[in-house]
Structure formats: C-alpha cells, structure tokens
C-alpha cells in the first residue's frame, strides 16, 4: 500500500518536483516516508469537479522518493521529491485523518532505447533546458540525451503542456509514440520572425 499525494500537477520517472506541505496529513506523510525510506504516489487529481461532483484523480501515477527537506521561510514544509517508477492505482482506502493509501501496480519501463535522428530537435531542447534546470537534476548525463525515454519524460515535464496533455504523456508506454507527439507539439512554442 502506498501513500498518494493528489495534486494538480503530473510527475514523471526522473523528474523534479518540489513541493510545499501544509496539510497535517500529508505532513505525517512525508515523515513516515523518511522514517520508513519509503515512497509515496503522486496523481493528478482531476479537476472536473463540479459542486455536486467530487473530485476524483486518474489512475496512472508515479511513485515519489524524496531526496530533501526543509523548513521553508514561511515556516511550511518544503520536499524535494524525484520521480521513480510509474503506476496503476487498483484500489484504494481513505485513512482516518484524510489521506488516501493505494493499493498499486509498478509499471516496468522499457530498457533505455537510442533516439532516432528524427527526434533529434527534441534532444536539443532537451539540451537547452539541462543548460538552465541542470541543478534540479543532479544525476544528468549528456549520454541521456540519447535516451528516447528520457528525452520524452524531460519534455513532457518541462514544455508548458496543459496538465492534461501531460497526464496523457505519462500514460503511453512507447517512448516513440511519446516523442511522435511531442515532436507534432513542438511548433506551439516556435518563436515567429
């Protein structure tokens, strides 16, 4: 069983999310996780909520190691947390204080697969983004810039996608498919001349 943080925002695998935790049950969340050096999922809640309709979240997730904490300035709570492998929520249980624990489904991600020459645009965005968030992701390697999953999971994270758009991203299994649509989204963000 897993914790799961419900926010409005899709992590990846390898991806940065820093967050700032006020909530009591997700405060007990974070310290059981350090205790315990364990993970917790992280869903997009979906925000079709209506006054007569709850919110509810999507079923693919990601699990969610922190790597540090902090008191913030403003006394909150502040983690990091990396991204790690993606999942498929089974079921699902509402403890006493609110927070929601998962029964889960680890998805195993495809073996690290060459970027074709196609893609190779995406690979130099990607480039240009580790030039300037190169600290948010202390493990890069250049070498992963060749890696079409990796590449994918970086631009899916870091384009100015609408969360849905991105929820859909974490959903394909084929990296290839995920950089086709990427590649097809690029042109949103072309400069014109």
Known sequence: MVPVFLLPT???????????????????????CCAANSCFGVCL???????TKTATHMRTGTLAEITDWSTLDDGLLGITARGK?????QSTRIRDNGLM?????????????????KYSVLSMVTGRFMEILGSSYPGF????LQDANWVGYRLSELLPL????????????????RLQ???ETLPRYQQES
């Open 181 to 183: 649509i990427l590649l």
């Open 101 to 117: 624990i998962a029964e889960v489904a680890i998805l195993q991600e495809p073996e690290a697969v060459d970027l074709p020459e």
């Open 85 to 89: 492998q993606k999942f498929i929520i």
């Open 45 to 51: 809640v979906n925000t079709s909520a209506t006054p």
């Open 10 to 32: 899709v992590l990846f695998p390898g991806g940065h999310l820093p967050l700032r935790v006020f909530e009591q049950r997700y405060i007990d969340m974070v310290r059981d």
């Open 162 to 177: 609408e969360v849905e758009e991105k929820q859909l991203l974490l959903e394909i299994d084929n990296p290839m498919e």
């Open 141 to 144: 390697l250049p070498a992963q």
